[in-house]
């Protein structure tokens, strides 16, 4: 195969995996009672074709092969080797089957490949731009989907009515489009918005009226699907970034718009808060337990942590082990100690901040910190480049980065497909430009 007709298929495979990980309920557990085996097929499809994709680089002999170790080179290859370095002596010393250690650390590191994969590219601009419209239109379609959830009261895609506490709106009837959960779409609305918002911030000088006008009714509908996700956790992440970065670069009078945006969203989420606990039984209900920490789950599962924690805090017990579903579906011995209170039907720790510390310990989390720092201070870079697809690329992973660590700290939004996709993709695009910004310098 050609190099360019290559390049062109991996583009086209890239969209393909954007897409389809969107319909995340076409394999999600409601199909079992009817094709048992499809789901699991149709979960490992996306995947599937990322390895191909991977094949496809690597054996290629004009896009990998003897090219890949100059294509490759970034500054984030140290800091990443350096925890990798880490996660196999984990898994020595906490004595983890290979297996289970390996699929522990795929959990947060899946899309990683894809990354790589861009590296390896010529990624066109206008290939770029085409990615955000898909995008931004499958975030209309999501949101759509999940208003009219609301509307015709179509309950969350749990096994069956027993497992349900109570259908209401707010409890067991919130938006969740096509994905497995609330706070799946939450998350995923949460990228689609900063990605949109962040593209109408930097590119504001070259935008009709109209087509303001247009971005505009977008986000309106994009943060009422967020909005009806009832997604705590995805809301005060999309105020808390929008904050945090306007409160750095507050003595940028552009960036201070963002500043303002995080307390009018703030308003809105209080108001809106506020509103729901009076007028919606369901959402009232749900915030009782949340409350009662003797029901509250989130809160079982960190005294549950803190105890595995304390067996190894400096290299923790090792990947796979504790939290992730690799820890579930290989039983580890750590189960015992998990509350008696659970839900029996939990599957994983919902709790990413919680179970990589417990897993990686200390030290792997401030390895782990040490990556992001890396990748904060390359995209950095990028935000005082002359071309505004350099800077849009930059401000939109800042951003996100700090909405999906955020999530991370009361979900399992690191290790959930939809919403990690698009950290690693928009990073792969990104130092992809940066490493063509370094070469013409």
Avoid at 236 to 262: E, H, P, Q, S, T
Avoid at 349 to 356: E, H, I, K, P, T
Avoid at 427 to 437: F, M, S, T
Wanted: net charge positive.
């Amino acid at each position: 195969m050609p190099r360019e007709r290559a390049n062109h298929f991996l583009l086209l495979a890239t969209v393909l995996l954007v897409v389809w990980s969107s319909f995340e309920l076409l394999f999600t557990r409601i199909w079992n009672n009817w094709l048992p085996i499809v789901p699991t097929l149709l979960g490992y499809a996306g995947e599937g074709l990322l390895l191909l994709m991977a094949a496809i680089v690597i054996f290629h002999p004009e896009i990998g092969r003897k090219h890949l170790i100059e294509r490759w080179k970034n500054p984030l290859n140290k800091s990443l080797a350096i925890f990798f370095v880490f996660v196999l002596f984990s898994l020595f010393v906490n004595n983890v089957p290979f297996a289970q250690g390996i699929f522990g650390v795929r959990a947060l590191f899946q899309f990683l490949i894809l990354f790589f994969i861009l590296l390896a590219l010529d990624i066109p601009s206008r290939w770029v731009q085409r990615l955000f419209y898909i995008i931004i239109g499958l975030g209309v379609m999501q949101a759509i989907i999940g208003i009219f959830q609301i509307v015709l009261r179509i309950p969350l895609p749990l096994r069956n009515t027993e497992e349900r506490r109570s259908i209401a709106i707010g409890e067991e009837i919130r938006a969740f489009g096509l994905m497995d959960s609330s706070n799946t779409l939450g998350g995923y609305l949460v990228a689609v918005l900063l990605l949109l918002v962040t593209y109408v911030f930097v590119y504001r000088k070259q935008i009709s009226k109209k087509q303001m006008l247009l971005f505009s009714f977008i986000g309106l509908i994009l943060l009422t699907g967020l909005g009806l996700t009832f997604s705590r956790q995805a809301f005060l992440a999309l105020i808390g970034c929008f904050g945090l970065i306007g409160l750095i670069f507050r003595k940028n009078k552009a960036f201070r718009v963002m500043l303002y945006g995080a307390i009018g969203l703030g308003v809105v989420f209080v108001v809106g808060y506020a509103l729901a606990l009076m007028f919606l039984e369901g959402f009232a209900q749900r915030n009782l337990y949340t409350l009662d920490l003797s029901k509250n789950y989130r809160y079982l599962i960190v005294l549950s942590g803190l105890t595995v924690f304390t067996f190894s805090p400096v290299f923790g017990v090792g990947p796979g082990m504790f939290g992730s579903n690799a820890a579930f579906v290989f039983n580890s011995k750590f189960h015992q100690f998990m509350h008696e209170d659970l839900p029996t039907t939990m599957k994983t720790v919902d709790n990413n901040a919680l179970y990589v510390l417990v897993e990686y310990g200390i030290i792997g989390v401030l390895l782990l910190a040490v990556i992001f720092v890396a990748i904060l201070k390359t995209v950095g870079k990028m935000t005082s480049s002359l071309k505004e697809e350099h800077r849009w690329l930059a401000l939109f992973i800042i951003t996100f980065t700090v909405a999906w660590l955020l999530m991370g700290t009361l979900s399992t939004a690191w290790e959930n497909h939809q919403i990690a996709l698009f950290f690693w993709l928009f990073l792969g695009i990104a130092v992809n430009r940066y490493k063509e910004k370094e070469t013409e310098g």
